[in-house]
């Protein structure tokens, strides 16, 4: 919490006479409807409300601060009902206040330094980020996900063609699993488990990316070395339960992408090899093949995730990135009008044995109002990733009102 503090006195601070200020935010409630009841969850209904607020103020050029703030509820116990604000995103549940960016960015000609709590994302691909390891998400629904913030220190220097970006974080913020006590969690039934306190590192991570833009393609390399934002799992035998604990296991990364546009349709690709030297934790290759398509108000993306296991280690895990791999990924979207669009968007493994479908329908109501109506559909065999929530079909019905 110290860069917190340090951020917002500086930004309190400032003369009020050099400051450039803009302001957003929104607040959005959401009902999401469970036809099915599961083994640990026999709930059928959760209502959610979250506020977000952002700000962005410049006190010169190239010197301009960036915050947001987020206070979220919800009926069925996946937000902490404490008054803290939280930095680090370690909690269990989400929190109840959090702050969500929080960062000073200076830039000077090719040069630009970030500092503070900051979303760094790598890679092309659209359907899948294999190079993308300073994006932990909030899977506490595994399939409606969002992004959480880091705190590093990020500096890129750029040209026209080639960009080089370095960064370092302090300490692991981790992806955010789903609780095991409710639907999204998913364990064995006739099993007592006793969640222990997790295993968190205490070391840092690093990485560098270099990016080309060329006359025919796009591509870049990168580098991390840290730890993954998803966790392993130790058990550990309890007087009456058993006992599992979250662990971090060290992570070393090779990745690349590249995007080739053509007249009719564009081409991604993404790769990365991933190494550890925790032995409970496997050694294996992501890869995403990607098609895109833009006509008229059509938009349309595609392709195929793969896997490929190294070598294997002897712990459970929780990834939603591999669990989406060896399947198709396909999306669509239409623009009916300036206020009205719908969206598809499947994941269909390539054994059939898990499938995934989710249309959604948006509406506009002014410059203020919208309306968002939709339905997850999961089907597959409890044995893979995503048949594993067979049961956690859902609809989506959510109205959020922007300022």
């Known amino acids: 919490m110290r860069v917190a503090h340090a951020l917002a006195c500086a930004l309190l601070t400032l003369p ?15 009902a999401v409807a469970y036809p099915d009841t599961a083994p640990n969850d026999s709930s059928h209904a959760i209502g959610e409300a979250l506020f977000r607020y952002e700000a962005f103020y410049q006190l010169i050029p190239g010197l301009r601060f960036a915050g947001a703030l987020d206070a979220r509820t919800d009926t069925h116990g996946e937000t902490e009902r404490t008054a803290e604000l939280s930095w680090w995103d370690r909690g269990r549940q989400r929190p ?20 503070g709590k900051q979303f760094i994302r790598w890679g092309k691909a659209d359907i899948l980020n294999p190079t993308d390891r300073f994006a932990p998400r909030d899977f506490v629904n595994v399939v409606d996900n969002d992004f959480l913030g880091i705190t ?18 302090p300490r692991l913020t ?26 968190f590192p205490g070391g840092t991570q690093s990485g560098a990316r270099w990016n080309h833009i060329g006359a025919a393609a796009e591509y870049s390399l990168s580098f991390y070395n840290g730890y993954d934002h998803l966790p392993l799992f130790r058990a550990v035998p309890e007087p ?14 090779y990745g690349g992408d590249a995007a080739v546009p053509f007249s009719v349709l564009t081409v991604k690709a993404e790769a990365a090899y991933f190494t550890s030297a925790t032995p409970l934790a496997d050694q294996y290759v992501l890869w995403v093949l990607q098609l895109e398509r833009q006509t008229g108000e059509w938009s349309f ?22 669990g989406f791999t060896r399947a198709v ?22 054994n059939g044995r898990g499938v995934y479908l989710k249309p959604e329908y948006t509406q506009a109501f002014g410059q203020h109002w919208r309306i968002t109506a939709g339905f997850a559909l999961i089907r597959g065999s409890a044995s893979d990733f995503l048949g594993q929530y067979r049961r956690n079909s859902h609809g989506i019905l959510g109205l959020r009102y922007s300022f």
């Open 16 to 30: 009020l006479h050099a400051q450039t200020f803009t302001q957003r935010g929104y607040l959005e409630t959401t």
């Open 96 to 115: 109840a206040f959090a702050v969500r960016r929080l960062s000073a960015t200076y830039t000077r000609g090719k040069l630009t330094f970030e500092a």
């Open 152 to 169: 590093a220190a990020r500096l890129s220097y750029g040209t026209q063609a080639n960009t080089i970006e370095l960064v370092f974080s």
């Open 174 to 199: 981790p992806s955010r699993i789903p609780l095991l006590n409710q639907r999204w969690g998913a364990l064995p039934a006739g099993i007592p488990i006793a969640e222990l306190t997790p295993d």
């Open 240 to 253: 009456a339960s058993l006992g599992l604990q979250r662990f971090y296991p060290q992570m070393r990364m």
């Open 301 to 322: 993306t595609g392709g195929y995730a793969g896997q490929a296991i190294t070598a294997h280690g002897t712990s459970p895990s929780f990834s939603p990135v591999r």
């Open 329 to 350: 990924v396909a999306r669509a979207g239409y623009t009916i009008d300036v206020n009205r669009s719908v969206s598809f968007e499947t994941v269909i493994r390539q």
